[in-house]
């Protein structure tokens, strides 16, 4: 797979994008508050046609035979749509996190540094399946002051059309152009997006790892990481079984496919045969087949583990288990097979735990809770691009916060820096309330 | 140029960088503060030695031929090295960034998230000729918590091998290990870093734009983006001429070779003439060659610059001249052909300022000062490890607080998602005090 050369059209279209992008850059508060709220209507209005969009897709992917979890991503009906439109208005009512100041120094008499959080520019999101994630990110965007280019997956063509339509609809009627937003259909379009540096800011691709790879080496613009989520929960010898257990339970089989679901339990050897006496009747209750080493399978897990298993997202009923001598070992094991997503102890012990949650260099670092908070809304964010697993900010789930970048704005009356390189003036770096 | 696999014995000791890397960050303030400081004694011990390796440096560079330019960044005498040791001094006092919260919320009632300011792991630092750049960044990765794996240029490989060795045996009398630093001396070695995502979390290039874009299309370790600075000084119609001039004179002359020199001088027409009747003996007397569009050349300046020169950081006494009928050409020139990095409006006008800061999307924007200014020391921020002209943060000069990024902790009693997808208990999200 190469990546063709963006065509004449497609720099043409960016850069409309771009123009739109900046003016909104420059809209208020309120006016921004005002588009998004706009395009919720629009969507309202356009909830028949939306919706029949996306019957056809449906019915193409049956003829097609979409495998059942892409298909049930795919569907978007009336109660889920307005599940979607309702999160758009949430999005409108999320405070403005632009024009923030974040430093005000004075570097001298008469000169004066701010610094300012501004939009990035241009987004470029590369999505599967699921429709409803254009509304949830392109009304983000608008929020953040930033213009999109959106390209969906192949199987949803119809309904994103049907969204995008409705969406540029109701930015006609506000302050924001309906050019800050932008679909684009063809595959190769979609390619070529990765070359657009200097006219897109950020590429948010929400797909498989194998997606976010070839599209972190194709691209020169950077991007929001989102890649393997292999997560763990470590139970410690000092625990609440019955506890632990219940977070298991939930961190596993809630909802399997999320990328916040753990694929590995560590046990300390003191505590699995007391742990695994509940857990394995719990977990075949609940479908869950475990996969184990030598020491978990010597007390009941009946499936061998690999040394493959432990990297492994396996985004099913599937749970990897490890006996490990002590936490030492389980932060050797977190850190050697783990994506640095999101990590859990269970204990009761307050140094065991604050030792836990020092050491792992994951992005969520969790104590007696279920991995699958790690998420936009229960963090109380309104709404999420994604979950980035990167090091760099923005790191775990982004919102708004992490669409928008800052600029320093330096006023002075003829300052000149050789006055300060000769010494005849010197710096006050006194900080101003901010 | 192919970026070659890491070697088994790279691998080996990228590894071990990490390990120290991950006990560094969980040191405390104060053991951070003391392995700096006695990287700066160690530093004062081997000054001898350092400055003998420097010669041998400069008599090699002098056999080759080395330009005169890249000789000078390349010395480092007992008054330069003096110098960059009370740098390290004044890093060691620079305020921790570390372990900052700077989110604290309750979720629901006994489960609580917060967020705090970690290390980012390990940095990659390339850089050229400037030996001095080795104290500098090896103090700012130490002080935050970082591990650093350093490649320095060829003609400095004596200087870097003797101040690395004294680096580490200051941190061998201190609490962080000296396999904290390490440097690469092979050219294929410091190619091969570029392949090591997983062990090292960021690269920092110093070094030409050739190279960060090299560096840039081949690795999927975020970049610390440095590449051009095609600087511009807008003079607008409502202006103090002398003012205008003087600053004009600073941003080109005070240190053409840095990147926040300005490249290109935008003239309101209604102010061309009379500032050019000034500013031409001005800049001719300061050995400035100007090239300027056919208005300009119509008011004296001698040369023609073609559409190559608008992009084009010089990095010496040559400056680019335009005549533009009105600010909004002003913007659409800085929006065309700058490089994000800083751009400066002289004007007495209010209202023009005021659309020139908002609409300038560089990491700087200044108003009646020198971009000169653009700069981590100016700034206050104590020092820097570069200006990155990305979007995202780091943005500008980078300091401290560039090198660091966050992790989301939260502590539970038991909590799991379902009850919340369920109903059966709802968020609070509730902020508490910092």
Not at 267 to 273: G, R
Request: glycine share 8%.
């Amino acid at each position: 797979m190469s990546v063709p050369d963006p065509s004449p059209e497609l720099l043409q279209r960016a850069a409309g994008v771009r123009t739109a992008a900046m003016a909104l850059g420059r809209c208020s508060d309120e006016q921004r508050r005002q588009a998004v709220l706009a395009m919720a209507d629009a969507l309202e209005r356009h909830a028949a046609q939306i919706v029949a969009a996306n019957q056809e897709d449906l019915q193409a992917a049956a003829a097609d035979g979409l495998a059942v979890a892409l298909v049930a991503r795919l569907k978007l009906d009336a109660s889920k749509l307005a599940a979607a439109i309702t999160g758009v208005r949430q999005v409108a009512d999320l405070p403005d996190p632009l024009g923030v100041r974040q430093l005000h120094r004075e570097l001298d008499q008469g000169l004066v540094l701010e610094r300012f959080s501004v939009p990035l520019g241009v987004l470029g999101v590369i999505f599967e399946a699921r429709p409803d994630a254009v509304m949830q990110i392109a009304s983000l965007a608008i929020r953040s002051g930033n213009g999109a280019i959106l390209k969906g997956g192949r199987e949803a063509s119809r309904s994103c059309v049907a969204i995008l339509a409705a969406l540029q609809q109701g930015l006609a009627a506000s302050a924001v152009s309906p050019d800050a937003l932008a679909l684009l259909t063809s595959r190769e379009e979609s390619l070529a997006l990765l070359k657009l540096d200097g006219l897109v800011d950020l590429i948010i691709p929400r797909g498989s790892n194998a997606l976010v790879r070839f599209i972190q080496d194709n691209t020169r613009i950077p991007v929001l990481g989102h890649a393997d989520g292999v997560c763990h929960l470590y139970v410690d010898r000092d625990v609440n079984l019955e506890q632990a257990l219940r977070i298991a339970l939930d961190a596993k089989t809630q909802y399997p496919a999320a990328c916040n679901a753990i694929e590995t339990l560590l046990l300390h050897q003191d505590a699995a045969a007391a742990f695994l006496t509940l857990a394995l009747p719990a977990f075949e209750r609940a479908g869950v087949t475990l996969r184990g080493d030598a020491a978990s399978q010597a007390l009941g897990v009946l499936e061998a583990a690999d040394d493959e298993d432990w990297r492994t997202e396996f985004s099913d009923l599937l749970l990897s288990v490890r006996v490990v001598p002590d936490l030492q070992e389980a932060l050797e094991h977190i850190r050697r097979y783990g994506s640095r997503h999101t990590d859990a102890i269970c204990t009761t012990n307050d140094s065991t735990a604050e030792t836990f949650l020092r050491s792992v260099d994951s992005a969520g670092v969790y104590r007696n809770c279920s991995t699958r908070f790690a998420d936009g809304f229960r963090y109380g964010f309104g709404a999420e691009v994604g979950i980035s697993t990167q090091t760099l900010p923005p790191r775990g789930p982004v919102g708004l916060e992490g669409l928008v970048t800052y600029r320093y704005q330096l006023c002075g009356d003829g300052h000149i820096a050789a006055d300060y390189a000769s010494g005849l003036r010197s710096f006050t770096h006194r900080d101003l309330p901010l």
